[in-house]
T-cell receptor
């Protein structure tokens, strides 16, 4: 089955800096890669996703890149703000199947 | 609106007691529904998923069971809770034609004492 590794487990940055979270996957047939943000005590919220037919996708301060050859994808957050502090999860699926999640990254943005 | 209702938000139960957590969704027909457990605030473990009424797939053998009595209702149950059942339980949905895009509910925090 699919295995998703996520790094780092904790990331601390200063407000205004950029943050990068990386994930690798094992199943070369995986073609859908979402990212979720989870604030304390709440359910995960889908923030951005990418399919294997594109290499990069942006939404304001958030971007995701995908390298199918190396089987890794990354979340990039620019101009971080304290409200970006949360746990971020990556996931992978073959499409129309169940998602396999990484173990999460706790992002701390200090003012 | 794609709304997911989960209740209760918080639950404290004694060991050996039964459990019933309910999830209902709005705004769609024939969604795929999922139950996840999250321990220690990190990591999402898929417990069950359902592609239709009465259809349940179990991902992990355990003390829990799931049922889908109606199209938009998904129930997580246990006959006798264990201490290890404590955690944050999340219901998720994906919609027809977007099978792999999942949206999560607000979750139920279960403490078994």
């Amino acid at each position: 089955g699919e295995n998703v590794e996520q790094h780092p487990s904790t990331l601390s940055v200063q407000e205004g800096d950029s943050a990068v979270i990386k994930c690798t996957y094992s199943d070369s047939a995986s073609n859908y890669f979402p990212w979720y943000k989870q604030e304390l005590g709440k359910g995960p919220q889908l923030i951005i996703d990418i399919r294997s037919n594109v290499g990069e996708k942006k939404d304001q301060r958030i971007a995701v890149t995908l390298n199918k050859t190396a089987k890794h994808f990354s979340l990039h957050i620019t101009e971080t703000q304290p409200e970006d502090s949360a746990v971020y999860f990556c996931a992978a699926s073959r499409g129309y199947s169940t998602l396999t999640f990484g173990k999460g990254t706790m992002l701390l943005v200090s003012p | 609106s794609q709304t997911i209702h989960q209740w209760p938000a918080t639950l404290v139960q004694p060991v050996g007691s039964p459990l019933s957590l309910e999830c209902t969704v709005e705004g769609t027909s024939n969604p795929n529904l999922y139950w996840y457990r999250q321990a220690a605030g990190r990591g999402l473990q898929l417990l069950f998923y359902s592609v239709g009424i009465g259809q349940i797939s179990s991902e992990v053998p355990q003390n829990l069971s799931a049922s889908r009595p109606q199209d938009r209702q998904f129930i997580l149950s246990s006959k006798k809770l264990l201490l290890s059942d404590s955690g944050f339980y999340l219901c998720a949905r994906s919609d027809t034609g977007q099978g792999d895009i999942q949206y999560f509910g607000a979750g139920t925090r279960l403490s078994v004492l």
